[in-house]
């Protein structure tokens, strides 16, 4: 069983910065790309920024620039730094990894966490 735990969300206001982290715990050998989600109200959930095990990272147009995407390997962790927040940047931000390889060699996709609220005041 798998868990994606994420942390650091709060209120900020516009032009501040937040880190958000997630941890996924297990019985975990590789995780294959790891990336941050987020859904305003009313609204679809999008891919915010992505990055894969050997680091390749994939950014929204509308945060690039602004955000960076990091993780650790070994301790199965993925960050987000945000920086020149906007309004409209206010979600709930999720962690995903696509693809899980355990201990036993199986693996399986699509993994969430619970989500965290990022608020940005005007």
């Known amino acids: 069983q798998v868990q994606l735990v994420e942390s650091g969300g709060g209120l900020v206001q516009a032009g501040g910065s937040l880190r958000l982290s997630c941890a996924a715990s297990g019985s975990i050998f590789s995780i294959n790309t790891m990336g941050w989600y987020r859904q305003a109200p009313g609204k679809q959930r999008e891919l915010v920024a992505a990055?894969?095990?050997?680091?390749?990272?994939n950014y929204a147009d509308s945060v690039k620039g602004r955000f960076t995407i990091s993780r650790d390997n070994a301790k199965n962790t993925v960050s987000l730094q945000m920086s020149s927040l906007k309004p409209e940047d206010t979600a709930v931000y999720y962690c995903?990894?696509?693809?899980?390889?355990?201990?036993?060699?199986?693996?399986?996709?699509?993994?969430w966490g619970q989500g965290t609220q990022v608020t940005v005041s005007s």
């Open positions: 995903n990894a696509d693809r899980i390889t355990f201990l036993n060699r199986r693996h399986y996709f699509d993994f």
């Open positions: 990055i894969t095990s050997s680091g390749t990272t």
